[in-house]
Structure formats: C-alpha cells, structure tokens
Nanobody, 124 residues
C-alpha cells in the first residue's frame, strides 16, 4: 500500500511563495510518474503538474506555467512543488498523486493513490 503525505501548505499573501513536499512510503517512487492536483472550494479537483520518473519530462496546467516548478528526489522518495507569485486563484487543497503498482515506467495510467492534502490559502 502506497502512503503519500503532503506538507508545506499555509497562508500567504498574493505574490508570495510556498514550497510543498510529498513523501511516499510503501513503494519506491523511482520508476513512477508523480503528480500534483488541487481542489478549490466548490470546484472539482484539477491537475496542476506532473513529473516523469527520471525528471526529464514535466507537465503543467496552463495557469501555473512559469510560476510553479515540480521536482523530485527519488533517493528521498519525495516529490516537491515550488509555487511562486501566488494569487488568490491558487487557493485550495493540494494533493500528491501516484499511479498503480502496474504502471512502472508508464505514462498511460490514471492515478490511484492520493495523499490527504495540504491547504494553501492565498490572501489578496
């Protein structure tokens, strides 16, 4: 069973920065795509960013391109999301996500494992 634990959320003013971390246990992340999602109040959960197992490929939702950076440290079984120039529209619960065990070295899978989320609140 994969367990994902996010941290680093908080309250920040518009224009500020936050750095989120996700630590995975139960399975090494080194051969898996990893992602970040967020859910704003009253809205559905949406994709934010993803990173390939070797960090050579990253993908971002359009509104965060140039402001957010996803990274990973396989030795620490961790994935990170650096968020700069935050706006109130970035407010929400941020979730780390991992694919099923069968999706090693694959980009074709849905995410199966989710963390409990960390709250990010950006004030104007």
């Amino acid at each position: 069973q994969v367990l994902l634990v996010e941290s680093g959320g908080g309250l920040v003013q518009a224009g500020g920065s936050l750095s989120l971390s996700c630590v995975s246990s139960g399975r090494p992340i080194s051969s898996y795509f990893m992602g970040w999602y967020r859910q704003a109040p009253g809205k559905e959960r949406e994709f934010v960013a993803a990173i390939s197992w070797s960090s050579d490929y990253t993908n971002y939702e359009d509104s965060v391109k140039g402001r957010f950076t996803i990274s990973r440290d396989n030795a620490k079984n961790s994935v990170y999301l650096q968020m700069n120039n935050l706006s109130p529209e970035d407010t929400g619960v941020y979730y780390c996500a991992a694919p099923p065990d069968s999706c090693s070295y694959s980009t074709e899978c849905e995410y199966e494992f989710w963390g409990q989320g960390t709250q990010v609140t950006v004030s104007s």
